[in-house]
């Protein structure tokens, strides 16, 4: 069976627990926010400037990198302007 620990128990465990440190420091978030999507943002330009043909590994390999890009970018942004997700 679970035993299922107190109020006061829980509260004094909580309050014992070390505070949440990021790895990545809250300041340099809207620059890495700024970078990311600065680059999927060219990663796209790329896509519009090839010529109209089947698709490579290279450009395979380029849209999953700027879809990265843009995921991230789009959290951190987020981050940054203060909406945890």
């Known amino acids: 069976m679970v035993q299922m620990r107190s109020h006061q128990e829980l509260a004094a465990l909580h ?11 809250v300041t340099s978030l809207p620059y890495i926010a700024f970078i990311l999507l600065a680059s999927a943002f060219l990663s796209a330009f790329y896509f519009t400037t090839l010529p109209k043909r089947s698709l490579t590994p290279t450009e395979v390999t ?20 203060g909406v945890y997700v």
Do not use: D, H, R
């Not at 309050?15 to 420091?25: E, K, L, M, Q, R």
């Open 62 to 81: 380029v849209a999953l990198l700027a879809s990265l890009e843009v995921g991230f970018g789009v959290v951190a942004l987020f981050n940054a302007v």
């Open 15 to 25: 309050a014992a627990a070390p505070s949440f440190v990021p790895s990545i420091p």
